[in-house]
């Protein structure tokens, strides 16, 4: 078990200033659809170390058996199967039964766990404007290969489930319903998990975006997804000034999603003290994923979108 806040002060929290804040640094939005950004999506699909059984034709090699279907290999004939598929001519030579194995293309279903927690309101621009434009540029890539994504809005339960979107067209019903959400509440990862997976039947690849900030570990949950079949990838979303915080002098931190205030000096000491448990809250859950075979990419939102997707790729969340 890992604690995921540190006993300096809680992560998620507004500043409430004590004594004033002066020359805090003013950061813009990420231009979402940059020329380069643009070009780099389209040399790039969603990455993915398995194969998973899609509801649609789509750009994925899967093995399966099928009739007009592009030949892919032999297997020994078992007790049930369909004698449509036996290689009579190979059983002329060799006197044995074999099926012949056929390949087809397939769609990649995708799911988007995004967190719309309380802390998700936190930074200029906020974690979950950033997570937003993280979704929005992931899943343009899963739809113009044919893939099919889902979006699943989670915090202390499932606040929100969006239809299966299939196709370049539904980019924009993306987005709708990516604008549609609004942080609020806690986060509870083994309560959404545990109801996502009742709810849903067909694997494949779960992208969780969060800032993990939790009070109940995440690793369960992690788990869960990995023991249900899917292929889950991690990716940390943290508010620059929770990174770098910009400050000196004394505060009150207000929990956004507890109430709760805390009184605390911002000085070298207790800074240096910060980085240091930060540093460890990145350690260990980049620890729980390789352990679990899950990919961790952890995201600022000053980052430019495109050093983003760079790291999302050197990773594996994207391939190309």
């Not at 500043?15 to 940059?34: A, F, K, P």
């Not at 170390?49 to 030949?71: A, C, H, I």
């Not at 993306?174 to 509440?185: C, F, I, K, T, V």
Request: net charge neutral; proline share 5%; charged share 25%.
């Amino acid at each position: 078990m890992f604690q995921t806040l540190p006993p300096i002060l809680p992560f998620h929290a507004s500043y409430d200033t004590i004594m004033s804040m002066n020359d805090r640094e003013q950061r813009g939005g990420t231009r979402l659809w940059d020329p380069g950004v643009h070009q780099l999506l389209e040399r790039l699909r969603v990455g993915t170390q398995r194969s998973f059984q899609g509801r649609w034709s789509g750009d994925r090699r899967s093995r399966s058996r099928g009739v007009g279907l592009e030949f892919a290999d032999y297997r020994p004939y078992q007790l049930g199967d369909d004698f449509r598929y036996v290689d009579w001519n190979l059983y002329a030579r060799l006197g044995r039964l074999y099926l012949k194995i056929f390949s087809q293309e397939q769609n990649l279903p995708i799911t988007f766990l995004l967190d719309v927690s309380g802390s998700m309101k936190i930074g200029e621009p906020s974690k979950l404007d950033y997570a937003r434009d993280l979704v929005t540029l992931l899943g343009y890539v899963a739809l113009s290969h044919s893939d099919t994504v889902q979006l699943v809005g989670i915090a202390d339960r499932i606040r929100y489930w969006s239809p299966v979107l299939h196709g370049k067209s539904q980019l924009p019903a993306l987005e709708n319903y990516l604008s549609q959400l609004s942080p609020e509440g806690h986060t509870d990862f083994e309560r959404c998990v545990s109801h996502y997976l009742r709810r849903t039947v067909q694997t494949g690849v779960v992208i969780v975006v969060s800032d993990v900030f939790t009070r109940i570990p995440c690793d369960s949950a992690l788990r869960k997804l990995s023991a249900g079949g899917h292929e889950p990838h991690l990716i940390h979303v943290l508010a620059h000034e929770e990174v770098a915080p910009p400050v000196r002098g004394e505060f009150r931190l207000t929990d956004v999603e507890t109430g709760s205030t805390r009184d605390v000096s911002f000085n070298e000491t207790t800074l240096t003290a910060y980085n240091v448990r930060l540093e460890a809250f990145y350690q260990e859950l980049r620890d729980l994923c390789l352990v679990n075979g899950i990919t961790y990419t952890r995201c600022v939102t000053d980052q430019p979108m495109e050093e983003a997707i760079l790291a999302l790729r050197r990773n594996g969340v994207l391939q190309g």
